[in-house]
């Protein structure tokens, strides 16, 4: 299992993705990933990629459909040269109403979108990396036109991995059918992956005639853990809060209704609509609070991750416990030790 670390959101990751990303370099995290909130989430990669020798760099993610596919493919291209093969692609859909009203963009029908989306983007490689004609024809996009002044040319390393992202089972299916990763919410559980998320990547992987494992599953997980009991309290109604704001989406009440909270999720979003907010902790109890996140002590959090997650996940970052450079370096080095050697999915 792989540790990864993610840029945080409360900063610009301009001013100190640098310092991140060669701290991260050198403490052996496989990949840092960018989120796209606040912050464009391509420009602080090309800082990472110059303060990093070995570190995988990705997004995680960037909005899709805002962008043109050939937009995302010129500045995915120009990232895998400068990063000499280590840019991982990472792009997600969002819900409807942000595409729609925070970016004026099309949400109609996502998955199958998303699909014609990452087809487009490697036809766009091919004729960047080969010079042939642009003919690509999809239901949602068309590229026919490429002139040599508009064509970056070949690199070293073309084959850019593709992770998307997602909740529900139909992105889980159309990441096992077409994409190399797959980045499950951190609103998830083991009992999720285990039943809902891994069956549908197989069955996308065996629609495609590929291996399930041709698809990493990477999860951005909620952990409660410190070195005292104040901050074990402080993390846990953190996580319990952040628990209540995404159970609060409809869009994801297939992860609670798994478990038989369906009812909790109803309640969560009438708490939401109603703006709500302070009450909405108090509705996730500690049986929920223990299937959505792993507590444990900092010297017994990768044996717990491991338990948890081995054969689930094969690769992991810690959605609660932000990565500081100069702090805890030797707790994370021990945690990339110990995540090492568990049994790969």
Not at 317 to 335: A, I, N
């Amino acid at each position: 299992m792989l540790l990864d670390v993610f840029a945080r959101v409360d900063e610009n990751p301009l001013e100190s993705i640098a310092t991140t990303a060669a701290a991260a370099d050198a403490i052996g995290f496989a990949a840092l990933w960018t989120p796209e909130t606040g912050h464009n989430p391509f420009l602080p990669l090309v800082l990472a990629a110059e303060h990093s020798t070995r570190l995988g760099l990705g997004t995680a993610v960037a909005i899709a459909f805002p962008r043109s596919p050939m937009v995302t493919a010129q500045l995915a291209w120009d990232l895998a040269s400068y990063s000499d093969g280590r840019f991982l692609l990472g792009l997600g859909t969002q819900v409807r109403a942000h595409i729609e009203r925070r970016f004026s963009a099309p949400f109609d029908q996502p998955v199958a979108r998303l699909r014609d989306y990452i087809a487009a983007l490697r036809a766009i490689w091919a004729t960047f990396q080969s010079g042939a004609r642009l003919n690509y024809r999809g239901p949602f996009y068309q590229h026919t036109l490429m002139v040599p002044f508009f064509n970056p040319g070949p690199i070293d390393h073309p084959a850019i991995p593709i992770y998307i992202a997602g909740v529900n089972s139909g992105l889980a299916q159309l990441a096992g059918e077409v994409a190399d990763g797959f980045h499950a919410h951190p609103f998830n559980s083991a009992k999720y992956l285990r039943e809902e998320l891994r069956p549908q990547i197989a069955a996308g992987a065996a629609k495609a005639g590929r291996e399930p494992s041709a698809c990493q599953v990477a999860g951005s997980v909620f952990v409660i853990t410190g070195d005292d009991a104040a901050a074990v309290e402080t993390t846990r109604a953190f996580v319990r809060q952040q628990i209540a704001f995404y159970a609060s989406t409809p869009t994801y009440r297939p992860v609670l209704e798994c478990h038989g909270w369906g009812d909790v999720g109803e309640r969560l979003s009438q708490l939401a609509s109603q703006q709500r907010w302070a009450e909405m902790a108090a509705q996730v109890s500690d049986e929920m609070l223990a299937a959505f996140a792993v507590e444990a002590p900092p010297a017994g959090l990768g044996e717990a991750l491991r338990e948890r997650y081995g054969g689930l996940l094969d690769r992991v970052g810690l959605y609660s416990l932000p990565f500081v450079p100069g702090e805890r370096d030797e707790f994370w080095r021990g945690l990339v030790r110990d995540l090492a050697g568990s049994t790969p999915s």
